[in-house]
Antibody
Framework: QVQLQESGPGPVKPSQTLSLTCTVS??????????WSWIRQPAGKGLEWIGR???????NYNPALKSRVTISVDTSKNQFSLNLSSVTAADTAVYYC??????????????????WGQGTLVTVSS | SYEVTQPPSVSVSPGQTARITCSGD??????AHWYQQKPGQAPVLVIY???ERPSGIPERFSGSSSGTTVTLTISGVQAEDEADYYC???????????FGGGTRLTVL
């Protein structure tokens, strides 16, 4: 069973950069076949996809966050990471990492998330 | 922008059938997927590609699609099914991923 675990340094001050890492177990990022995503959820609200990365380093980002997001991968550690810059209180949320199925057929692509980490709360506060 | 819409809440008595809908203009061409989220827990995939059920998900969970609406059906609802359910889809490029606002299922 694939396992994902988010980790990060804790609270972040406004205008700083939020950094999180997701460690994958019982699956190899470098094997390919899957993308790896970050998703967040403010307290009491819905889910928002942030972006994803492939083992090659290819990324796709939510257009609403693209200017502030960087996702990277370290296949030697079987980890991928999220950096979100210039954070505000609106970025306070539980952040999840998830394995991502992306399948394309005739130019039509479909995406879903089959394994999720337990999530980590990131608070932006001065 | 691409959106999918769910009702905020659905209530059902134990043993009855719950139906949660998700509507979106692109759903005739794009698959929808469903996630169950209980308080304080991560979402769990319960239906993918409109109708497919992952291993380990009870048979009482099923999905269907008709035009611009997809439906998650829970037959013989149990108390443990009380949760938030999210519909998710993507645009044809797979780049723009969207979640519905979620439906709170209450088991009376």
């Amino acid at each position: 069973q694939v396992q994902l675990q988010e980790s990060g340094p804790g609270p972040v001050k406004p205008s700083q950069t939020l950094s999180l890492t997701c460690t994958v177990s019982d699956a190899s990022i470098s094997s390919g076949g899957y993308y790896w995503s970050w998703i967040r959820q403010p307290a009491g609200k819905g889910l928002e996809w942030i972006g994803r990365i492939y083992t090659s380093g290819r990324t796709n980002y939510n257009p609403a966050l693209k200017s502030r997001v960087t996702i990277s991968v370290d296949t030697s550690k079987n980890q991928f990471s999220l950096n979100l810059s210039s954070v505000t209180a609106a970025d306070t949320a539980v952040y999840y990492c998830a394995r991502t199925n992306l399948a394309c057929n005739g130019g039509n692509c479909h995406v879903h998330f089959d394994y999720w980490g337990q999530g980590t709360l990131v608070t932006v506060s001065s | 922008s691409y959106e999918v819409t769910q009702p905020p809440s659905v209530s059902v008595s134990p043993g009855q059938t719950a139906r949660i809908t998700c509507s979106g203009d692109a759903l005739p061409k794009q698959y929808a997927h469903w996630y169950q989220q209980k308080p304080g827990q991560a979402p769990v995939l319960v239906i993918y590609k409109d109708t497919e059920r992952p291993s380990g998900i009870p048979e009482r969970f099923s999905g269907s699609s008709s035009g611009t609406t997809v439906t998650l059906t829970i037959s013989g609802v149990q108390a443990e099914d009380e949760a938030d359910y999210y519909c998710q889809s993507a645009d044809s490029s797979g780049t723009y991923v969207v979640f519905g606002g979620g439906t709170r299922l209450t088991v009376l």
